[in-house]
């Protein structure tokens, strides 16, 4: 069985503020790990993803996560946030079968 | 090339009836998955498609939910009997493979409102 944790349900930050999308995850065994975006009534769409090799993963818009195997970890990171950036983001998991998505982080960015 | 097609975008029936909602794939993907998507639940898995096998059907809620896909490429997702508690957003996605480690397309959803 797998799981994945998203620990803030939501995030206000200011405009060009950086921010951390908090993500853990179990799993009994390896995992894909992705996080998603889903921009105010559109669909879902891939910020980026962990399949092997480095551990910090670069994705669009100048997000990027770091996968933290001791810590079951992989979470979101930006340096400076946009208005754009206002979404909701969810963290998955995969274990080459099924995909499991967290909750979701709504990141609500203040000008 | 066409991304994943839902239709309806949205569909409101009354409790006791029964509806289909249906996707269409990216072209080629071998892989499709249902999801639910409700207020504060974040994505709930309902079933995975392997070509037109589900080898995992684990999240249909009920057995008032059930799916089928036909030529490896259309799936639809019934639901009897309605029930308030089925008003969401039903979403497909797609993938090339079901290995799980290949990007899945989601389809802009079926929002779904049971009076």
């Known amino acids: 069985a797998q799981s994945v944790t998203q620990l803030d349900s939501q995030v206000p930050v200011f405009e060009e503020a950086p921010v951390e999308l908090r993500c853990n995850y179990s799993?009994?065994?390896?995992?894909?790990l992705f996080w998603y975006v889903q921009y105010p009534n559109q669909g879902l769409q891939l910020l980026l993803k962990?399949?092997?090799?480095?551990?910090l993963v670069k994705g669009i818009n100048g997000f990027e996560a770091e996968f933290n195997k001791s810590q079951t970890s992989f979470h979101l990171r930006k340096p400076s946030v946009h208005i754009s950036d206002t979404a909701e983001y969810f963290c998955a998991v995969s274990d080459r079968v099924k995909v499991t998505f967290g909750t979701g982080t709504k990141l609500q960015v203040i000008p | 090339g066409a991304g994943v097609s839902q239709s309806p975008s949205n569909k409101v029936t009354e409790k006791g009836k029964d509806v289909e909602l249906r996707c269409d794939p990216i072209s080629g993907h071998t892989a499709l998955y249902w999801y639910r998507q409700s207020l504060g639940q974040g994505l709930e898995f309902l079933i995975y498609f392997q070509g037109n096998s589900a080898p995992d059907k684990s999240g249909l809620p009920s057995d008032r939910f059930s799916a089928e896909r036909t030529g490896g490429s259309v799936s639809t997702l019934t639901i009897q009997r309605t029930q308030q508690e089925d008003s969401a957003v039903y979403l497909c996605?797609?993938?090339?493979?079901?290995?799980?480690?290949?990007?899945?397309?989601f389809g802009p959803g079926t929002r779904l409102t049971v009076l």
């Open positions: 996605a797609s993938s090339s493979t079901g290995t799980g480690g290949y990007e899945q397309f």
């Open positions: 799993s009994s065994v390896s995992v894909y």
């Open positions: 962990y399949l092997s090799g480095s551990t």
